[in-house]
C-alpha cells in the first residue's frame, strides 16, 4: 500500500497526513445529474480510525465524467472499491467495466446513521474514528445541518432524516455501513485485494 503524503486542502488546520500508512482506502458514492454525484475518498488506519480526505460534490456531471474523476480518485489515492448507491445498477456495473470495484453500498438507513455516529464517538484514546479533512466542505455543510423531519402530529422528529442536501451523508453512510457490514474489521483486506 503506497503511503499518503499530501497537504490536503489548502486551509490553515486542513487534516496534515504525512506518512498515513492506510490499510485500505475506500470511497462512498452518491449518484446524481439534477442532485449532486458524490465520491467521498476515505483512508482507513491500522486502528480502524477512518479518514474522509477529499470528496467530489458536483451537479449536472455525466456518467462518463463521473467515472473519470473516480478514476483520477483511485490513481491519486489508491481507492481499492467504491460502495455505491445501490438504486443504479447500470452505473455500478460502467464502473466495474471501467476498471473500478464498485459494488452496491448497504443502504439500510437507521443501521448506517447508527454506525456513522458510532464511528463519531470518542474511541479509547479520546478521539473519534472517524475524521474529516476541512477540504470535504460540502460533508461537513451537508453533516451540520442534517436533521429529522418533524411529525404531521407536532409530536417531535420522526425517526427518519430529511431527505434533502444530503448526498454528502449518504455517501458517508453507504461507505461507513458496508464496511462494517461486508468486512470484518483486520480481517476485511484479503477479501477484495
Given at each position: 500500500m503506497r503511503k499518503i503524503?499530501?497537504?490536503?486542502?489548502?486551509?490553515p488546520g486542513s487534516l496534515l497526513i504525512n506518512d498515513l500508512l492506510p490499510k485500505s482506502v475506500i470511497a462512498g458514492v452518491d449518484f446524481g445529474y439534477s442532485n449532486p454525484a458524490v465520491i467521498l475518498v476515505i483512508a482507513i488506519d491500522n486502528d480502524d480510525v477512518y479518514y474522509v480526505i477529499d470528496e467530489l460534490y458536483q451537479a449536472e456531471l455525466t456518467v462518463r465524467d463521473f467515472i473519470v474523476k473516480g478514476k483520477e480518485f483511485k490513481e491519486l489515492y489508491g481507492v481499492e472499491i467504491f460502495f455505491a448507491?445501490?438504486?443504479?445498477p447500470g452505473?455500478?456495473?460502467?464502473?466495474n467495466?471501467?476498471?473500478?470495484?464498485?459494488?452496491p453500498a448497504k443502504n439500510n438507513i437507521l443501521p448506517g446513521i447508527s454506525a456513522v455516529c458510532e464511528k463519531l464517538k470518542?474511541?479509547?484514546k479520546g478521539s473519534p474514528?472517524?475524521?474529516?479533512?476541512?477540504?470535504c466542505r460540502q460533508l461537513i455543510k451537508e453533516l451540520e445541518n442534517y436533521r429529522y423531519s418533524e411529525r404531521a402530529d407536532g409530536g417531535g422528529p420522526t425517526e427518519l432524516p430529511v431527505k434533502t442536501d444530503d448526498h454528502a451523508c449518504d455517501a458517508l453512510r453507504y461507505a461507513v455501513y458496508s464496511m462494517k457490514k461486508m468486512f470484518k474489521p483486520k480481517s476485511y483486506k484479503a477479501?477484495?485485494?
Amino acid at each position: 500500500m503506497r503511503k499518503i503524503k499530501k497537504r490536503l486542502g489548502d486551509q490553515p488546520g486542513s487534516l496534515l497526513i504525512n506518512d498515513l500508512l492506510p490499510k485500505s482506502v475506500i470511497a462512498g458514492v452518491d449518484f446524481g445529474y439534477s442532485n449532486p454525484a458524490v465520491i467521498l475518498v476515505i483512508a482507513i488506519d491500522n486502528d480502524d480510525v477512518y479518514y474522509v480526505i477529499d470528496e467530489l460534490y458536483q451537479a449536472e456531471l455525466t456518467v462518463r465524467d463521473f467515472i473519470v474523476k473516480g478514476k483520477e480518485f483511485k490513481e491519486l489515492y489508491g481507492v481499492e472499491i467504491f460502495f455505491a448507491d445501490p438504486s443504479e445498477p447500470g452505473i455500478i456495473a460502467e464502473m466495474n467495466n471501467e476498471g473500478l470495484y464498485t459494488v452496491p453500498a448497504k443502504n439500510n438507513i437507521l443501521p448506517g446513521i447508527s454506525a456513522v455516529c458510532e464511528k463519531l464517538k470518542l474511541n479509547s484514546k479520546g478521539s473519534p474514528s472517524l475524521v474529516i479533512d476541512k477540504k470535504c466542505r460540502q460533508l461537513i455543510k451537508e453533516l451540520e445541518n442534517y436533521r429529522y423531519s418533524e411529525r404531521a402530529d407536532g409530536g417531535g422528529p420522526t425517526e427518519l432524516p430529511v431527505k434533502t442536501d444530503d448526498h454528502a451523508c449518504d455517501a458517508l453512510r453507504y461507505a461507513v455501513y458496508s464496511m462494517k457490514k461486508m468486512f470484518k474489521p483486520k480481517s476485511y483486506k484479503a477479501k477484495w485485494l
